[in-house]
Each structure stands twice: as structure tokens, then as C-alpha cells.
């Protein structure tokens, strides 16, 4: 008879501990949404940084998974799974819900052998997103990318500063309808905030 694992066993990764890896990236930038969230799910930020730690070596192993199968082996079968044409190539668009933001959905874009192109939260199907008029509207955790180019035409993409972030370069007017250039950063594609580009050199 098999003997139950003993106290040191590795527990196995679960959406629990994929949502915790989604916000130790937006700790950097937004704590407090972060502590509120670790409150919410009952968890403490040592129990983050160890989801992340896993997460990171699971990537980075010698004997990882493709990571599309990773996804899978942490969050189970996705909820949706279609086909996403980028240029000439076709990718599989797989979708996971994430209790933290019911509106939204993880999306994983994966390449015919289970290579991830990109992965990041989006704006489930159907749900509409919030009204983005000025830049007053572009609150943390409240857009994703995608949200924030289709409703400050002609954003312009920005290399991001680690991976995961993007960032996002615009011109959008304030409350009194004064416009001016900003930059959005995103952490897996949801906003964690805006600031005001730099001023041209002289």
C-alpha cells in the first residue's frame, strides 16, 4: 500500500498559485491592489513569492513541458479554444478564467508545437470594456492593452522592461480636454499605470 506524502511534498500548481504568479509582476508596480487581492484569496506575500520561485523554475528547467502544456497542467482544460490568425501565421487561441478578475480571461497563443507567442488577460468575450475618453478613465487593473490602443488611436507599442510588461505610448486629453502624451505599462496585459511621457530634449 502506497504511503500519503509526507509533509515536505511539493503541492501540485493550481490557479491559486497561477493567479499569485500573475500578481507578484504587479506588485512592482501596484502593492496595495496586490495586498488587497492577497487578502482576498487568504494567502500572504511569502506564499507569493514561493508560487512565483516554483513557477519560474518550472520554466527553467532542463525537463520543463512546452509551455502550453504547463499552462494546462496548472489551470486544467482551457475554457475556450480557437484559431487566431497573426499576419501568415496561425496560432491557437486558449482561454482560462481568473476568479481575481471575473471579466477577464487568460489568454495563451500557441504556435503548432505548443510554443507560446504570447500570453496575457484580455477582456472576456461578449463583456464590454469600460469607456476610456480621457485619461482620467485609465485606472489600474481596469483595461488591458488592447483596450487602451483601440481608444487612444495611434498608440505605439514600446519595448517593455521585463517580461510580461508592455508598455504603450499615446496622446490622450485630461478632464478639461487638454491633450498630451503619456505611457501606459501593463504586467500580463493589464494596466498598472499611466504617467506622463518626457518632455522633448531642447
Same mark, same amino acid.
Given at each position: 500500500?502506497?504511503? &500519503?506524502? @509526507?509533509?515536505?511534498?511539493?503541492?501540485?500548481?493550481?490557479?491559486?498559485?497561477?493567479?499569485? /504568479? $500573475?500578481?507578484?509582476?504587479?506588485?512592482?508596480?501596484?502593492?496595495?491592489? /496586490?495586498?488587497? =487581492?492577497?487578502?482576498? $484569496?487568504?494567502?500572504?506575500? &511569502?506564499?507569493?513569492?514561493?508560487?512565483?520561485?516554483? +513557477?519560474?523554475?518550472?520554466?527553467?528547467?532542463?525537463?520543463?513541458?512546452?509551455?502550453?502544456?504547463?499552462?494546462r497542467s496548472a489551470l486544467g482544460p482551457p475554457e475556450t479554444v480557437s484559431e487566431r490568425r497573426?499576419?501568415?501565421?496561425?496560432?491557437?487561441? $486558449?482561454? +482560462?478564467?481568473?476568479?481575481?478578475?471575473?471579466? $477577464?480571461?487568460?489568454?495563451?497563443?500557441?504556435?503548432?508545437?505548443? =510554443?507560446?507567442?504570447?500570453?496575457?488577460?484580455?477582456? =472576456?468575450?461578449?463583456?464590454? @470594456?469600460? &469607456?476610456?475618453?480621457?485619461?482620467?478613465?485609465?485606472?489600474? +487593473?481596469?483595461?488591458? /492593452?488592447?483596450?487602451? =490602443?483601440?481608444?487612444?488611436?495611434?498608440?505605439?507599442?514600446?519595448?517593455?522592461?521585463?517580461?510580461?510588461? +508592455?508598455?504603450?505610448?499615446?496622446?490622450?486629453?485630461?478632464?478639461?480636454?487638454?491633450?498630451?502624451?503619456?505611457?501606459?505599462?501593463?504586467?500580463?496585459?493589464?494596466?498598472?499605470? /499611466?504617467?506622463?511621457?518626457?518632455?522633448?530634449?531642447?
Open positions: 500500500m502506497s504511503s &500519503a506524502p @509526507g509533509p515536505s511534498a511539493t503541492p501540485a500548481f493550481d490557479p491559486l498559485a497561477f493567479q499569485l /504568479v $500573475l500578481l507578484r509582476r504587479m506588485a512592482d508596480h501596484q502593492p496595495g491592489l /496586490v495586498e488587497d =487581492a492577497l487578502r482576498e $484569496l487568504g494567502v500572504d506575500r &511569502a506564499q507569493m513569492r514561493e508560487a512565483n520561485r516554483r +513557477w519560474q523554475a518550472m520554466a527553467h528547467s532542463p525537463r520543463r513541458r512546452a509551455a502550453g502544456a504547463r499552462y497573426v499576419g501568415d501565421l496561425t496560432f491557437d487561441a $486558449l482561454t +482560462w478564467r481568473v476568479p481575481l478578475w471575473p471579466d $477577464l480571461r487568460f489568454e495563451v497563443l500557441t504556435a503548432p508545437g505548443g =510554443a507560446v507567442w504570447n500570453e496575457w488577460l484580455i477582456r =472576456a468575450p461578449g463583456l464590454p @470594456g469600460p &469607456a476610456l475618453r480621457t485619461v482620467r478613465d485609465l485606472r489600474p +487593473w481596469a483595461c488591458t /492593452v488592447d483596450e487602451v =490602443a483601440r481608444a487612444f488611436p495611434p498608440a505605439r507599442p514600446m519595448e517593455g522592461t521585463a517580461p510580461t510588461r +508592455w508598455r504603450l505610448s499615446f496622446t490622450a486629453p485630461d478632464a478639461a480636454g487638454k491633450r498630451a502624451e503619456y505611457v501606459a505599462e501593463f504586467s500580463w496585459g493589464l494596466l498598472q499605470r /499611466v504617467t506622463p511621457s518626457d518632455p522633448p530634449a531642447v
